[in-house]
């Protein structure tokens, strides 16, 4: 894969329609559904199966599968069809969602969340894929679409822990299984009757793909991201130090191979030379880092410290859910006028401001009204900076490449998810109590200030704002 800088082309200025972007953006939404209920669930799987260390695992194994299978279903998807594999992680969704509904134990559990996990990583790359081979074919404007693509990643994102408190207080933990199953069917309904471009036509042939597949970099990738998803995950109780030099290892040994071999399964030197892409997938470490420390810290510290039940729990979560929608649809119209930096800074300001909110209101005390009013504030990020920095993506990317780019978008973001369990442990300790949870909104605070001293002084935002079909000069690729 070569990541290059999106051509300025004339296109039609209609959007990509809603019959093409609401069926992608519908399987979309199994990744972030399944993603927040866990935080809720967690409690009643651990009631169920024993408070061990195990019960962790359940988390870390849909994350660490994730993380690692989200640049290959980008890259699959560009050689087989996006639709094709899109399809194929609906059925390893309902093959998972199935098999950790009659889990007997905690190993069949962790290993039903490994098929979940491969399954929704296939479907935002694939997703951002069939829009932009649409809006190519058709000469579409595809904006529009990634902001419906990201307005029901962050609102059901954020939706999840009332939707998972709901089911889990009703039906049991069980219950956050059984609701990808009716999804996974609607989505197949809506993605096989849509129009997908060119995605999808003339797969190749098995000899042409395993030459194209790049094996070897593949089998380097999957260990040097492993072993450290699993060194970050240990680092919470008994260190596996031997996985960071394996991890280290094969991590040198991947980037020598892409390096060389005239058919990458990640071009490095691409990646790297494109500046505002790098830039993006760092920024989405970060952000990433503490959006679940918010979406894995405050279900628990309201169960735990406030005595909610999970039901109660999710409700009070619920603000987070409106008005990250309403953030992404503002967020679109902030980048679509003024850029990626203006979005990105409002977005950053007010991860910061959720930050020192959490790490000094005194929340085993306050009324329910100060929760709620914290948790709308901690909404307005998830809106503005998912939009600005999967816009950004969009835009400094072809549309041959752009699957996979978000795929390790998404890598980034499971990474993040697996440092903010670290985060957690580390601030708040295994029980978090009103001392933890502030410590954890100062860290909170400290990311954000460096994520927005790194906005404004980055030169790497492509397009000029207001204009996404020009683009500025210092954001086209570099090619090493």
Not at 301 to 306: C, D, G, K, P, S
Not at 391 to 398: F, G, H, P, R, Y
Request: charged share 10%.
């Amino acid at each position: 894969m070569t990541l290059t800088q999106n051509q300025p082309t004339t296109e039609d200025k209609r959007p990509v329609p809603f019959d093409v972007s609401g069926a992608a953006a519908s399987g979309t939404v199994l990744q972030p559904l399944n993603s927040s209920m866990i935080a809720v669930a967690i409690v009643g799987i651990a009631a169920q199966f024993g408070a061990s260390a195990s019960v962790s695992w359940v988390i870390s194994a849909m994350y660490i599968t994730t993380a690692v299978c989200a640049p290959m279903a980008g890259r699959l998807g560009a050689m087989f069809g996006a639709r094709r594999v899109f399809i194929a992680g609906l059925v390893l969704v309902c093959a998972g969602s199935l098999v950790g509904t009659f889990a007997p134990g905690i190993g069949w559990l962790i290993a039903a969340y490994v098929l979940l996990g491969i399954g929704i990583s296939v479907h935002m790359p694939n997703a951002m894929t069939m829009v932009r081979s649409y809006a190519e074919k058709y000469r579409r404007q595809s904006r529009t679409a990634i902001t419906t693509l990201v307005v029901c990643g962050q609102s059901v994102a954020a939706l999840g822990p009332t939707l998972g408190g709901l089911l889990v207080g009703t039906f049991g933990w069980q219950s956050i299984l059984w609701v990808n199953l009716p999804v996974a069917a609607l989505t197949g309904f809506f993605i096989l009757r849509a129009d997908v471009g060119f995605a999808g036509d003339r797969p190749p042939s098995v000899r042409a793909a395993l030459h194209a597949i790049d094996m070897t970099g593949i089998a380097l990738f999957v260990p040097a991201l492993t072993t450290l998803m699993v060194f970050l995950v240990s680092l919470r109780a008994s260190i596996a130090w031997w996985a960071l030099p394996v991890s280290v290892v094969t991590a040198v040994a991947f980037v020598l191979w892409e390096r060389h071999t005239p058919e990458p399964f990640l071009d490095v030197r691409a990646l790297f030379g494109n500046r505002a892409l790098s830039a993006t997938l760092g920024r989405t470490l970060l952000t990433y880092t503490c959006f679940y420390c918010v979406f894995f810290g405050i279900p628990q510290w309201l169960q735990y410290v406030r005595e909610m039940t999970p039901i109660e729990a999710g409700l009070t979560m619920l603000p987070v859910a409106g008005v990250s929608v309403i953030a992404t649809m503002i967020g679109s119209r902030t980048y679509r006028r003024y850029g990626a930096r203006t979005t990105l800074l409002i977005g950053t300001a007010a991860l910061l401001v959720g930050g020192i909110l959490i790490a000094s209101v005194e929340k085993s005390t306050a009324p329910i009204l100060v929760l709620l009013l914290v948790a709308a504030v901690l909404g307005i990020p998830n809106g503005f900076n998912n939009i600005g920095n999967q816009n950004l993506i969009n835009a400094v990317t072809s549309v041959d490449d752009v699957g996979t780019a978000i795929g390790m978008y998404r890598t980034m973001a499971f990474i993040g998810a697996n440092l903010a369990v670290v985060v957690m442990q580390l601030t708040a300790g295994a029980t978090i109590t009103d001392d933890g949870l502030h410590s954890t909104g100062w860290f909170i605070v400290v990311v954000a200030a460096v994520l927005l001293v790194g906005v404004v002084m980055s030169k790497n935002m492509g397009p000029r704002p207001g204009n996404a079909l020009r683009p500025d000069r210092t954001a086209v690729d570099q090619k090493a």
